[in-house]
Nanobody
Framework: QVQLVESGGGLVRPGGSLRLSCAAS???????????MGWFRQAPGKEREFVAA????????YYADSVKGRFTISRDNAENTVYLQMNSLKPEDTAVYFC???????????????????WGQGAQVTVSS
């Protein structure tokens, strides 16, 4: 069992930046550093979609085409935290952003899916002038 708590959401103007944080705690005692971590988002009336993922070491990262070059996922295994730095935000980035933790992820049908993920409660990001 892993508990994930997101923070850092809010309202930002187009072209602005936000950094989301996700703090993890593992009740089972399994180390945070053994989990793959990622971010997904869900806009009103749409399905949840993949945004970014990091392997357990943080060496390898993966992004949706829509955010590539603007968003950066990183992790601090000593602090049990994963981050999503979002730059050059657009109105279409408006969504609830969810943190995910899992044993791994796989590429399928043009996107990444986590295997048996744990989810956070979500953080609202609104990009509007």
């Amino acid at each position: 069992q892993v508990q994930l708590v997101e923070s850092g959401g809010g309202l930002v103007r187009p072209g602005g930046s936000l950094r989301l944080s996700c703090a993890a705690s593992a009740a089972s005692g399994r180390a945070f550093s053994t989990y793959a971590m990622g971010w997904f988002r869900q806009a009103p009336g749409k399905e949840r979609e993949f945004v970014a993922a990091s392997t357990w070491s943080g060496v390898s990262t993966y992004y949706a085409d829509s955010v590539k070059g603007r968003f950066t996922i990183s992790r601090d295994n000593a602090e049990n935290t994963v981050y999503l730095q979002m730059n050059s935000l657009k109105p279409e980035d408006t969504a609830v952003y969810f943190c995910a933790a899992g044993g791994g992820f796989e590429y399928r049908s043009g996107s990444y899916s986590f295997i048996d993920p744990y989810w956070g409660q979500g953080a609202q990001v609104t990009v509007s002038s």
